[in-house]
C-alpha cells in the first residue's frame, strides 16, 4: 500500500482561470480532517472517522445534472431528462465564474486516477473548495504513488465549489445548484452542492460515456468480488438493494462495491479506490466489515451523534441516506489489485416491497436482458415525501442517472459478454415477504448470503436442475431447493397465506414492468421481449 506524505509539490491553478489562490496540493487524510475540523466543518466521531454535514443536499440532485452538447455529443447521448444538454458557451461562461469565485481563495487539490486497470486508466485532477470534498476525492479515486506524481498529466478535472451558487436567469442551470459534464474540455463542474456524491458520479458518467464508445467496454452501475478459485461474481442493484453489503463477504475478495467495467478480454476491473456505502441502520453483527470500516481516514456524512462522540446510525432526522466514505483497504478482504477475470455469476439485486418475486430465479438470456434494462426496484413508504405504501422505481441498467447513452447499448454489451463468458443471471428479491411492506418483513439477510452462496459454488443448480418452477406470472425459474434455506421461503406465493391477494399484487406489479417497458420496445430485440414477464 502507498504510503501518502504529505506532497511538497507546489502548483498554479493560473491555467484553469484560478488566479492567486492559496492551493494546498495532496494533503494527507490526517491533515484534511484537522483541516475540516479546525475550521468548524466537521467533528470526530469516537471511531476515529470525520463526520461531516453536506448541506442543502443530502444524496445526488438528478434535475441538475447537464451534459453539453457539442461535436462529440449531439448524436451519441441520449438526450432527455435523465441526459439533460446544456449549451457550450454557458458552460464557458458559468466556469469562468466559478474560477473567479474560487481566485483568491483557500483551494485544495489532488491529483488522483481511476479505473485500476492500466489500460484504461484516466488521470483526473480534483480541485476542491473544502478540505472534506477533497478527503472525500482521496478515499473514492484511485492514489498514484509519489513517483507517479512527478510527471502526472491530468486527462480530466473535477472543479468543485459548493458555495459557489448559480444564477438560473442568467447562467442557464434549473436552480442555484449544477453538475455538468464538458466532454470535449474534460471538465466535470460541481456547484451549489455539498453532497460528495456528485463527484464520484460525475465521473462515472463521463466513463459511462468514453469506456463504451471508445474502448470497446462495458462500464457497470454494480460490486463485484472474486472466490479462491478466481471466479468473479457482479451485482447490480440500485441504492438500499444490499449491492454493498452483500459483495463484501468474508469468504471472498472484494474487488469494488459500485463501479466497474467488463473488458474485451472478459476481465472486470473497479474503477475506484474506495467505498461508498449507506449506514442507515447499520449494525456490526449484520455488516462488520463496513462497520469496521469506519475508523480515522473515514468520512460520515449527515448521520447523528451524541456529545462523546457515538453514532446513532438508526437516526435518519437529517436524511435517510446517510453514508461512510472509506479507501477501499479499509476493508480487510480485497483483490489487489482490484481487477479480476472469468466472471462466472452476475445477480440482479432488486428490493421489491410488494413481496412478490422470489428471492432468488434464474434469468435466461432473455429475461437477463429485460431485467437489466427495466432496471427494477421499490420504493418503500418514507423513504421519500408523500410515499404510504410501495412504489414501483425503474432505472435502467440499474443506474440511469449515470448513462449517457441509450440503455439498449449497454444491454447489447452485456447480452454479447453474459454469452461469450458462459454467466448464469440470477434476479434476486432482497426485499420483502411474507406479503407487501407493511404486511410481510424484510429477507432475512442470512438467507439471502445463503442462496448467493449456493448460486456461486454450484449446489443451487445442481439441486434444481431439472426441478426448477417456473414462475407463472413473471416466467422466472425458481429453485424448489436451496441449502441452507428453509424451502416455503423460496416461494413467496406460499410465504403470503393468500393466493388471490399475492397474484392480484404480482400482477400489478408485471403490468408495471410492461408500462416502464413500451418506452424501449422499439429498439428491443425479439428474444428480449420474450424475457418480459408472461402475464
Not at 449544477?178 to 458518467?205: N, P, V
Not at 468480488?225 to 459483495?247: C, E, M, P, R, Y
Request: aromatic share 12%.
Amino acid at each position: 500500500m502507498v504510503n501518502h506524505t504529505h506532497a511538497t509539490k507546489s502548483i498554479s491553478l493560473d491555467a484553469y482561470g484560478i488566479k492567486n489562490a492559496k492551493v494546498r496540493y495532496q494533503l494527507s487524510p490526517n491533515e484534511l480532517q484537522e483541516l475540516t475540523i479546525s475550521k468548524g466543518q466537521g467533528q470526530e466521531a469516537s471511531s476515529g472517522a470525520l463526520a461531516v454535514k453536506t448541506g442543502e443536499f443530502t444524496g445526488r440532485s438528478p434535475m441538475d445534472r447537464f451534459i453539453v452538447k457539442d461535436d462529440i455529443t449531439k448524436d451519441r447521448i441520449w438526450w432527455g431528462n435523465i441526459n439533460i444538454p446544456f449549451d457550450a458557451d454557458k458552460f464557458q461562461r458559468l466556469y469562468d465564474k466559478v474560477t473567479n469565485y474560487l481566485s483568491e481563495k483557500e483551494v485544495f487539490v489532488r491529483d488522483s486516477y481511476a479505473c485500476a486497470d492500466d489500460n484504461y486508466r484516466l488521470n483526473i485532477r480534483v480541485i476542491n473548495e473544502y478540505p472534506w470534498s477533497n478527503m472525500f476525492a482521496y478515499n473514492m479515486f484511485l492514489r498514484p504513488t509519489e513517483e507517479e506524481l512527478k510527471d502526472f498529466s491530468a486527462e480530466w478535472t473535477i472543479v468543485n465549489a459548493p458555495g459557489f451558487m448559480a444564477d438560473p436567469e442568467i447562467d442557464g442551470t434549473r436552480q442555484h445548484n449544477f453538475a455538468i459534464l464538458d466532454f470535449t474540455r474534460k471538465i466535470a463542474l460541481i456547484g451549489g452542492t455539498g453532497y460528495t456524491g456528485e463527484i464520484k458520479k460525475g465521473i462515472f458518467s463521463a466513463l459511462n460515456f468514453v469506456l463504451p464508445v471508445f474502448k470497446n467496454t462495458l462500464p457497470m452501475h454494480c460490486s463485484a468480488n472474486v472466490g479462491k478459485d478466481g471466479d468473479t461474481a457482479i451485482f447490480f442493484g440500485l441504492s438500499g438493494t444490499g449491492k454493498t453489503t452483500l459483495s463484501t463477504d468474508p469468504n471472498r475478495s472484494l474487488i469494488g462495491d459500485d463501479e466497474h467495467g467488463w473488458t474485451s478480454e472478459n476481465t472486470v476491473f473497479n474503477f475506484e479506490g474506495g467505498c461508498y456505502a449507506k449506514v442507515i441502520n447499520l449494525s456490526r453483527d449484520q455488516e462488520p466489515e463496513i462497520y469496521d470500516a469506519i475508523k480515522k481516514g473515514a468520512i460520515l456524512e449527515n448521520i447523528v451523534m451524541d456529545d462523546n462522540g457515538k453514532v446513532d446510525f438508526a437516526n435518519t432526522s437529517i436524511t435517510q441516506n446517510t453514508r461512510v466514505s472509506y479507501p477501499i483497504h479499509h476493508i480487510d478482504n480485497i483483490r489487489v489489485p482490484s481487477i479480476g477475470k472469468n466472471p462466472k455469476n452476475i445477480f440482479f439485486l432488486t428490493a421489491d416491497a410488494f413481496g412478490v418475486l422470489p428471492p432468488i430465479s434464474k434469468l435466461t438470456p432473455g429475461q437477463a436482458a429485460y431485467h437489466f434494462i427495466s432496471g427494477y426496484t421499490a420504493k418503500v413508504a418514507g423513504t421519500e415525501a408523500g410515499i404510504t405504501e410501495p412504489v414501483p422505481s425503474f432505472s435502467a441498467c440499474f443506474g440511469a442517472p449515470f448513462m449517457p447513452l441509450h440503455p439498449t447499448k449497454y444491454a447489447e454489451m452485456l447480452s454479447k459478454k453474459m454469452q461469450e463468458a458462459g454467466v448464469n443471471v440470477w434476479l434476486v428479491n432482497t426485499g420483502w415477504t411474507g406479503g407487501p411492506y407493511g404486511v410481510g418483513s424484510r429477507m432475512k439477510l442470512k438467507f439471502t448470503r445463503a442462496m448467493i452462496s449456493a448460486a456461486m459454488d454450484g449446489s443451487l443448480e445442481a439441486a434444481n436442475k431439472d426441478n426448477y418452477h417456473v414462475h407463472s406470472v413473471f416466467g422466472v425459474k425458481q429453485p424448489r431447493t436451496c441449502p441452507n434455506v428453509p424451502t416455503e421461503v423460496l416461494s413467496p406465493r406460499s410465504t403470503w397465506n393468500d393466493d388471490e391477494g399475492y397474484y392480484k399484487t404480482a400482477f400489478k406489479l408485471s403490468q408495471s414492468f410492461r408500462d416502464n417497458f413500451k418506452q424501449f420496445e422499439e429498439f428491443a430485440s425479439d428474444e428480449i421481449m420474450a424475457g418480459a414477464p408472461l402475464k
